[in-house]
């Protein structure tokens, strides 16, 4: 099926005015120059690009001999360089021979979200009653990989921000709990975290070691 280019342009700014000014909505085009991808963007405010500019490191990052070598990333987070946190979601557009020659790339803007969560938590004392709360029961699940994904999702309500944009100290915090639970017992473990916490293997196991220092630290004090 080709691709109708003005039906396609015509429900972005749809979908955009659906969600509202927080949301961008940005179609590459990756026929031509890689420094030019963008070739139409509707809330351009929100990452401060423009019709005309380049793509994002992540497509860079992927591109394996003049080819984009990736899936669909339904959902990831990740930040603007004026701090702005965006929830994402990026579709290729594949010819067919299904060669990707373009992409419709949603990042919201969910900064405003976060600060609500922190004055909430504040409000509620939330900081200061968070040790005192009930432990966590018993986590039934059918298969390990489903009690690590829990783990995951529990490290970052514990930071209170996603993994993809946590900084070092708070990537540490969060490996520091999933230490505790036992997380690191499960099998393959390591490999999950590294792509979760976007790290490498050996970075992994030198936060481990960091952190179990520490604790070995204060315990002798």
Same mark, same amino acid.
């Given at each position: 099926?080709e691709?109708?280019?003005?039906?396609?342009?015509?429900?972005?700014?749809?979908?955009?005015?659906?969600?509202?000014?927080?949301?961008?909505?940005?179609?590459?085009?990756?026929?031509?120059?890689?420094d030019?991808t963008?070739?139409?963007?509707?809330?351009?405010?929100?990452?401060?690009?423009?019709? =005309?500019?380049?793509?994002? !490191?992540?497509?860079? /990052?992927? #591109?394996v001999n003049?080819? *984009? %070598?990736?899936?669909?990333?339904?959902?990831?987070?990740?930040?603007?360089?004026?701090?702005?946190?965006?929830?994402?979601?990026?579709?290729?557009?594949?010819?067919?021979?299904?060669?990707?020659v373009?992409?419709?790339?949603?990042?919201f803007?969910?900064?405003?979200?976060?600060?609500?969560?922190?004055?909430?938590?504040?409000?509620?004392?939330?900081?200061e009653?968070?040790?005192?709360?009930?432990?966590e =029961?018993?986590?039934?699940? !059918?298969?390990?990989? /489903?009690? #690590?994904e829990y783990?995951? *999702? %529990?490290?970052?309500?514990?930071?209170?921000?996603?993994?993809?944009?946590?900084?070092?100290?708070?990537?540490?915090k969060?490996?520091?709990y999933l230490?505790?639970?036992?997380?690191?017992?499960i099998?393959k473990?390591?490999?999950r975290?590294?792509?979760?916490?976007?790290?490498?293997?050996?970075?992994?196991?030198?936060?481990?070691d960091e952190?179990?220092?520490?604790?070995?630290?204060?315990?002798?004090?």
């Amino acid at each position: 099926m080709e691709i109708n280019m003005d039906f396609l342009k015509r429900f972005l700014n749809h979908i955009a005015t659906l969600f509202g000014e927080g949301c961008e909505i940005v179609l590459h085009d990756f026929t031509g120059d890689y420094d030019s991808t963008i070739v139409h963007i509707v809330n351009g405010q929100v990452s401060g690009r423009k019709i =005309g500019d380049c793509p994002s !490191s992540f497509f860079f /990052e992927h #591109l394996v001999n003049g080819e *984009i %070598q990736m899936d669909d990333k339904p959902v990831y987070f990740n930040t603007t360089q004026k701090g702005k946190m965006l929830k994402s979601s990026t579709t290729f557009l594949r010819d067919k021979n299904n060669k990707i020659v373009g992409s419709v790339c949603i990042n919201f803007d969910v900064t405003s979200f976060f600060s609500a969560q922190s004055m909430l938590d504040s409000f509620l004392n939330y900081g200061e009653q968070k040790n005192n709360s009930p432990q966590e =029961g018993e986590i039934l699940v !059918s298969n390990v990989n /489903e009690l #690590l994904e829990y783990y995951l *999702i %529990q490290c970052e309500k514990e930071i209170g921000k996603p993994a993809a944009v946590m900084q070092k100290e708070e990537k540490m915090k969060a490996l520091e709990y999933l230490d505790k639970k036992g997380a690191l017992q499960i099998s393959k473990a390591s490999i999950r975290l590294c792509q979760f916490f976007q790290i490498s293997k050996f970075t992994l196991y030198h936060y481990l070691d960091e952190i179990r220092e520490r604790q070995k630290g204060e315990t002798e004090k």
